[in-house]
């Protein structure tokens, strides 16, 4: 019934998403918790979702599996699962860092560990041999002009990862929206008159 009612594609890909989750089953609380957590990613794969709609609409590209861009933006951070579970002392000076000097939490976090959790999150995936649009789209989701096959994705996922930190979509650890990279704009050719309507999907939905 999953099948017909979604199609194949997309059902592979929500059980990829559930399963990769399933691997993180929690954090240490005192760093962030896994409530806010899970909300921001929710957040983000609803915009992503929404937003690779548009793009699609915009005749731009053919996309009909825009839930690809919900699952990336389910996983994006889930590097900083992996930092907050193995590192949890290096992820909190991190976290103590970006909030005492106003900084972005992946560039705290390159400032202490010499690597962010996108970075984290690419290797991951890789590791596992999950699909390259998806490494991709989590590894440069802070720098999506450095992705090589799938500049789409990573643009969308960054994008997606802004709107949803700056109307508080829960929280993964970064108390400061991240500046949006240009070239994201450049890549994806949608105008800024988008993200209200985004914006509003995702919340109904959310």
């Known amino acids: 019934r999953a099948i017909t009612i979604i199609g194949t594609q997309d059902l592979r890909d929500l059980i990829l998403a ?9 954090i240490p609380n005192d760093l962030v918790t896994m409530e806010s957590f899970w909300h921001h990613s929710i957040g983000c794969a609803l915009v992503a979702r ?22 990336a933006g389910l996983v994006h ?18 976290l103590l860092r970006a909030a005492d000097q106003g900084e972005v939490l992946h560039v705290a976090e390159h400032a202490v560990m010499g690597f962010d959790h996108a970075a984290v999150g690419g290797e991951l995936l890789r590791a596992w041999n999950l699909p390259t649009h998806l490494e991709e789209a989590v590894a440069f989701h802070h720098a999506p002009e450095k992705a ?13 990862n802004i709107i949803s930190t700056a109307v ?3 929280n993964s650890g970064n108390q400061y929206v991240a500046p949006l990279q240009n070239a994201a704009w450049d890549i994806i050719g949608l105008s800024a008159s988008v993200i209200e309507p985004v914006v509003i999907e995702a919340e109904t939905h959310f």
């Open 77 to 94: 951070d889930i590097g900083s699962l992996r930092i907050y579970r193995k590192i949890p002392g290096l992820a909190r000076e991190a």
């Open 18 to 26: 559930t399963s990769v989750i399933k691997v993180f089953s929690g």
């Open 50 to 71: 929404a937003l690779a709609a548009r793009y699609a609409q915009s005749g731009q590209r053919h996309e009909p599996h825009t839930e690809r861009f919900f699952v």
């Open 168 to 170: 508080c979509f829960g």
């Open 148 to 160: 090589t096959h799938f500049p789409i994705d990573a643009a969308l996922i960054h994008l997606a």
